[in-house]
């Protein structure tokens, strides 16, 4: 997943992406509008923005996103006001969530996860992968018709792997994105190969998750 940031307090903007690198997330920092629009990612999965910019307009942005990139992506914003007049006015400008300052980065990753979750192009599409057809709104696999009827954990897996096929997963990874709501120092890496082992033998074909030298994982 990418994550594009436009923050003009380069130390914060840091930060923030290491906190989100930590997670496993892509990200991308542009600290002015100018920069924003420059090096826009068009194939970001989530904009961050801060309302406070020394060059423009924070409105201006999320305007530019909706209505001439066009983009249904989630946008989080930042802000160091909380009261109720100004988050309404937030949410009649397009955006899908706010967060205050000080930033509190577990607050932050919480947020992004369920933003992501909920973005339209992932809740309501259906992914077809090696004969198998995974629903993202009901999290359920599928394949001719019948139902494997997954645990929470195993669609869990299932999801992460579709929406990172190709790419190379550590165990760490796993933990961090799937297991992040629960207590990480008692889940350990056989965790991991239990969960991965039962949903390998709950589907009879071969789904395609691979594992590469006991340590990491692929879905081709």
């Known amino acids: 997943m990418k994550i594009a940031i436009i923050e003009d307090t380069r130390s914060l903007a840091k930060l923030i992406s290491r906190k989100l690198k930590k997670s496993w997330y892509q990200t991308s920092i542009s600290n002015s509008i100018e920069e924003f629009k420059s090096n826009i990612l068009d ?4 904009f961050i923005i801060d309302i406070n910019l020394w060059d423009g307009e924070w409105f201006e942005i999320i305007n530019w996103l909706r209505n001439v990139k066009f983009s249904k992506k989630p946008i989080l914003i930042m802000s160091a006001y909380s009261d109720i007049n100004n988050k309404l006015k937030w949410f009649s400008l397009w955006i899908d969530d706010y967060i205050c300052k000080p930033i509190i980065p577990d607050e932050l990753i919480a947020r992004v ?4 979750k909920r973005a339209p192009d992932i809740k309501t599409r259906e992914i077809l992968h090696n004969g198998y057809v995974f629903d993202f709104e009901n999290k359920e696999l599928f394949k001719d018709g019948v139902n494997f009827y997954l645990t929470r954990r195993e669609s869990q897996i299932i999801e992460f792997f579709l929406l990172n096929k190709g790419k190379v997963i550590s165990k760490d990874e796993l933990i961090n994105s799937v297991w992040w709501k ?3 120092l008692n889940v350990t890496f056989n965790n991991i190969n239990v969960t991965i082992c039962n949903t390998r033998k709950k589907i009879w074909d071969k789904f395609g998750i691979e594992t590469l030298l006991w340590v990491w994982y692929i879905l081709r």
Do not use: F, M, T
């Open 43 to 46: 194939n970001a999965d989530l």
């Open 182 to 184: 629960l207590d990480l």
């Open 113 to 116: 996860w369920v933003l992501l």
